[in-house]
């Protein structure tokens, strides 16, 4: 355990373990963290932190990838460790490394993309959605940075650390932007929060941005003058984009392209991943 400075210079404990032997840190993740081997380009080792909760979602994670087995748009789960010396940690998931990343990171770093590219990556993303809840799976936390970009550029969906299984909820929540604006639809895993997150995934596979994260000035005084209990300045972005989605403010969807089903996603016209993934097919807007 370690103190460390998170981007906005806040202390924050550090819980993970030490790199396992020879490999290097590629990614931090709230229920696990992403190492890599420098002389392998092809797989990731994916290892809980050391707090309980992120390793009851890994495991999670691996039962869920032996219920899901192969899909194109899932990434691939190469092995699964059930034991090992503890150094390394006995229980760890070892992926198919994608070459680009996440799809968020991606347009971050100023990849480009068609426009039929981004359709057809939308297209591929609501059928893995429908592929996941044919197997009584919630993922729980759809979205940019859960989609991962090949070598290929084929999109695979990934992380399902803490998603929902055999009933239960997930104990993960999507980001504010994609968090359906009835809470309780995200704590209880419900059809409607994953179709609501699945729409704002359309929305930032089309526009490469997330809902309503363009603040203005304006914005910030408009959240301040509410007074709302807990609000902090450098949480301002989530407040601001889940109080207008409570309220139903959500982006001007009318000249983007697949908008008519971004919007079809937000106001629950829907009733599976299915249907969005069929949407595309009959004429896309």
Not at 38 to 62: C, F, G, Q
Not at 110 to 138: F, L, P, S
């Amino acid at each position: 355990m370690r103190i460390e400075k998170d981007e906005k210079g806040q202390e924050i404990v550090v819980t993970w373990a030490l790199n396992p032997r020879g490999t290097e840190l590629l990614a931090r993740g709230g229920s696990g963290h992403i190492f890599h081997w420098p002389e392998n380009t092809t797989e990731v080792m994916k290892l809980p932190t050391t707090d309980p909760s992120s390793i009851e979602d890994i495991e999670i994670e691996k039962r869920i990838y032996k219920c899901l087995g192969s899909h194109p748009n899932i990434v691939p789960c190469l092995r699964i460790a059930e034991t090992g010396p503890v150094s390394v940690c006995a229980e760890h998931i070892v992926l198919k490394r994608a070459e680009y990343g996440t799809i968020r990171q991606y347009f971050l770093d100023g990849g480009t993309a068609t426009v039929d590219e981004r359709i057809q990556w939308c297209r591929d993303i609501a059928k893995a959605v429908q592929y996941v809840h044919d197997h009584g799976i919630r993922h729980g936390d759809l979205g940019g940075r859960n989609i991962l970009l090949d070598s290929s550029k084929t999109v695979l969906l990934c992380d399902f650390a803490g998603s929902g299984l055999d009933g239960n909820p997930p104990r993960v929540r999507a980001e504010e932007g994609f968090k359906h604006p009835v809470l309780e639809e995200n704590w209880k895993g419900t059809m409607r929060s994953e179709l609501h997150a699945l729409g704002s995934t359309i929305y930032e596979i089309i526009t490469s941005k997330r809902p309503h994260y363009e603040l203005q000035p304006w914005m910030v005084d408009w959240i301040r003058e509410r007074n709302y209990p807990g609000f902090a300045d450098d949480h301002v972005e989530g407040w601001m984009v889940q109080l207008w989605l409570q309220e139903g403010i959500y982006p001007d969807v009318s000249e983007v392209k697949l908008g008519d089903i971004i919007s079809k996603c937000w106001k629950g016209r829907f009733n599976s991943a299915e249907e969005v993934a069929h949407s595309f097919s009959v004429g896309c807007p």
